[in-house]
């Protein structure tokens, strides 16, 4: 018994020296990547969405495919454009009844009624009643209880849930829906838990990204270690995408131990996605012409 005890001691123990080295290693000091580096990032990112054109053509995530559309209006990048052009064109141009047109056009409405999106996922109703300002879905205690700083404390294992209501609230600022004041306090305090959150989760996953990018999307840039935006590149894979899994160990036959989002996960050999690159895409458009204003 005593035995075992000592065993499990020694692995917490081990357990949490790995985990003070990560997040030592997650905080250091480091050089803030130069502009060329950051363009050089950005442009091989375009290089996977051109590379697999014909794939992320036919993902109808809407807000990943808003992602690129702000990207190309940040860098005014002709390939960006064409890309957003191409998916406008087969998704949203023709398609008048559908409930993400104001996400793209701001300014324009859809009806919409919660019938509609009961079905969606909590965050892509607030995103949904914050494109349209619309006040029926207002008094939705669901959707309303996401304007609350404090709505994603219950949710302690959803990780991504912070950075989610931090779009919905930037998208009500957007609607100009909402006490401005009051919006843009929300937005500085859920900064602030994503700043925690980056701190102190060292694992570069997908949630990892978005976090940065919420930082920088938000306005609140100059908070960004220049160690985070090093680990963003350092994740970006050789053909240019982000997979949003962190691989650890090789365990043999193509698999490996990962960081996932939730934790350790086993994978085989990691592959871009359009998530994780989506978000890595607009991410780096915000950096590149941040440096290139600051020159």
């Known amino acids: ?114 019938e509609d999106i009961a079905s969606f996922p909590d965050y892509n109703q607030h995103f949904v009643y914050a494109i349209t300002c619309d006040k029926e879905l207002e008094q939705v205690p669901g959707i309303a209880a996401q304007n609350r700083v404090g709505f994603c404390d219950p949710r302690p294992l959803s990780p991504a849930c912070v950075t989610h209501q931090l779009m919905g609230i930037r998208f009500l600022q957007r609607s100009e829906c909402g006490n401005p004041d009051e919006l843009q306090a929300t937005v500085e305090k859920l900064q602030q838990r994503i700043h925690r959150q980056l701190t102190w989760d060292p694992r570069v996953v997908d949630v990892y990204l978005q976090r940065v990018l919420m930082l920088a999307e938000s306005g609140d840039a100059r908070s960004i270690k220049p160690i985070w935006v090093q680990n963003a590149m350092e994740a970006q894979r050789p053909d240019g995408g982000w997979s949003g899994i962190e691989p650890l160990l090789p365990l043999g036959a193509e698999r490996y131990l990962a960081f996932g989002s939730r934790g350790f996960t086993i994978i085989r050999s990691p592959v871009s996605d359009f998530h994780a690159t989506a978000q890595g895409v607009l991410l780096f458009s915000i950096l590149v012409q941040a440096a290139t204003d600051s020159q």
């Open 1 to 114: 018994m005593r035995r075992l005890l000592k065993s499990v001691m020694v692995i917490i123990l081990l357990f949490c020296l790995g985990y003070a080295y990560l997040v030592w290693q997650n905080n250091r000091t480091v050089i803030a990547p130069h502009q060329a580096e950051l363009k050089s990032t950005f442009d091989r990112s375009i290089d996977w969405l051109e590379n697999n054109e014909d794939t992320i053509m036919a993902n109808t995530n809407e807000v990943l495919w808003w992602m690129i559309q702000q990207a190309a209006e940040h860098s005014a990048d002709a390939r960006l454009q064409r890309l957003f052009g191409r998916y406008e064109e087969k998704r949203i141009g023709k398609a008048y009844g559908n409930i993400w047109r104001p996400l793209f056009y701001p300014g324009t409405w859809t009806p919409v009624k919660f």
